[in-house]
């Protein structure tokens, strides 16, 4: 199930190569259980004490924790077609919205974003976070979050991610 | 006779029931005197099935047809069953189309199962999936290791015994 790419992302955006424990996925796995073809469901995400330590080792001591959600809409099929027959997903755009808790106050930033991923035959071949807003933020700071997250590092980053939980996917019986 | 079906369809959708299967070219060999039953073996999910296969995959599956073409020395599995031994089987091409919500696949596998028999009916398995073909190579990977995982093979097992346990019914 775990298509929990947006909170790789968002995790990857704000705090290089986490890894994220606590995520709220009890709606989403309702609803992608279920045979209806679009996951359709809101999923929130926030860091556990020993990401939240991380966190401030990685931010000098300045952000404490986050917490993020967003509301996915991802039609099964077209993961399932791209997976199988080593085409592309094309997700519509998502927004992500995060609460920032830094040493002292806490900020709202929020972020639009239309990821790509084609698979090929050793898995996801290629990657797109394709970010396209960022709101909550001075405009130049914003601009700078866009150009590190589609930065082809962090591309590179989100695809090896990727396939490492492809490795290991929940979707298929062990 | 009915392996093939219960190891495709268990590869796919874990404690399958099938029923739709084309046994015309099959029965007549299986009942005449020859010994190697070569024919084809044709299978599809019927309406239940079909429901079923659409729920188990969360809506993606809808549909699942397959062929194979069986050979199989009648004498080979005759004495085995009857003797508690083994059973190898030569290599078995297998190939499916599958119909999802949107696309169709043809994906393709070789197995060379083999069989022992014990006391009370098949005592092991193995499925021995050689090579997986139609889908991207990760994904192929994933099947064969699951395919020849112990897990499949204790579902096949049951199955078989199943099988066997209801055809000496008859």
């Known amino acids: 199930m775990r298509l929990f790419i947006f909170a790789v992302f968002t995790a990857m955006l704000l705090t290089s190569k986490a890894s994220l424990a606590g995520i709220d996925k009890e709606a989403c796995e309702k609803v992608f259980r279920s045979t209806a073809n679009v996951v359709d469901c809101q999923l929130s995400f926030s860091t556990d004490a020993r990401e939240r330590e991380a966190l401030m080792k990685n931010t000098y001591g300045i952000i404490r924790n ?3 959600g967003t509301h996915l809409n991802i039609p ?31 900020f709202k930033i929020g972020m639009t974003l239309a990821p790509f991923i084609q698979i090929g035959d050793e898995g996801v071949s290629e990657i797109g976070l ?12 914003g601009n700078l979050v866009i150009k590190y997250g589609n930065s082809p ?5 989100a695809k090896k991610a990727l396939n490492q939980f492809l490795a290991n996917p929940g979707f298929m019986p062990q | 006779m009915r392996l093939f079906i219960v190891l495709m369809a268990m590869l796919f959708f874990s404690k399958a ?21 070569a024919c084809k ?25 397959c062929i194979t073409h069986l050979n199989i020395p009648k004498n080979k599995v005759a004495n085995a069953l009857l003797s508690a031994s083994e059973i190898p089987l030569p290599d078995h091409q297998i190939d499916c189309e599958i119909q999802t919500n949107g696309a169709q696949f043809k994906i393709g596998l070789t197995v060379a199962p083999w069989l022992q028999f014990g006391d009370e009916g098949v005592s092991e398995v193995r499925l021995n999936i050689g090579k997986v073909t139609g889908i991207p190579a990760f994904l192929g990977r994933r099947l064969v290791k699951y395919g020849n995982g112990p897990t499949l093979q204790k579902e096949v097992k049951e199955g078989l015994n199943q099988f066997i346990a209801n055809f000496c019914q008859l």
Request: a negative charge; glycine letters at 8%; one cysteine or more.
């Open chain 2, 41 to 65: 073996l044709g299978y599809s999910t019927e309406g239940r099935e079909r429901e079923v296969l659409m729920k188990n995959t969360y809506g993606i599956i809808r549909n699942l047809t």
């Open chain 1, 66 to 68: 986050i917490t993020c």
């Open chain 1, 130 to 141: 394709n970010i396209q807003k960022v709101t909550g933020l001075p405009a130049f700071i």
């Open chain 1, 76 to 106: 099964k099929n077209q993961v399932f077609n791209a997976l199988f027959g080593a085409g592309k997903i094309i997700l519509s755009p998502h927004t992500i919205d995060c609460e920032i808790q830094t040493n002292g106050d806490p």
């Open chain 2, 17 to 37: 029931s099938i029923a739709e299967f084309d046994t015309k070219a099959c029965k007549p060999i299986l009942r005449s005197t020859e010994n190697l039953l």
């Open chain 1, 153 to 157: 590092e962090l591309q590179q980053e």
